[in-house]
């Protein structure tokens, strides 16, 4: 499977974005989407995860309440909602595909280009 990230920008802090993670083939072949973020300077993390089959989620404390993961199965795309942004929150966020519902990004061996969002104040 192959993934592409989109929908990263910026918006002013209070704003929303939502970010698309789109799998290559007819289906995906994955149990778990999973959400990452690195801002400069600092270690790529965890964000949140989606079970592909059933949609049930987990997130970081940081983001719970404010971000939604979701996945259209027909579509072969997962999704990050965003709200209530804060400066905090710019970094480039990845998707990542992989077997078991985790958040330690070793569980995950595909990943998307990234996108950027940036949050201003």
């Known amino acids: 499977v192959q993934l592409q990230a989109s929908g990263g920008g910026l918006v002013q802090a209070g704003g929303s974005l939502r970010l698309s993670c789109a799998a290559s083939?007819?289906?995906?072949?994955?149990?778990?989407m999973g959400w990452f973020r690195q801002a400069p300077g600092k270690e790529r993390e965890f964000v949140g995860v989606?079970?592909?089959?059933?949609?049930?989620?987990a997130y970081a404390d940081f983001v719970k309440g404010r971000f939604t993961i979701s996945r259209d199965k027909a579509k072969n795309t997962g999704y990050l909602q965003m709200n209530s942004l804060k400066p905090e929150d710019t970094a480039v966020y990845y998707c990542?595909?992989?077997?078991?519902?985790?958040?330690?990004?070793?569980?995950?061996?595909?990943w998307g280009q990234g996108t950027q969002v940036t949050v201003s104040s």
């Open positions: 990542a595909a992989g077997m078991y519902y985790a958040n330690s990004r070793d569980n995950y061996d595909t």
């Open positions: 083939g007819r289906t995906f072949s994955k149990n778990v």
């Open positions: 989606i079970m592909w089959s059933d949609g049930g989620t």
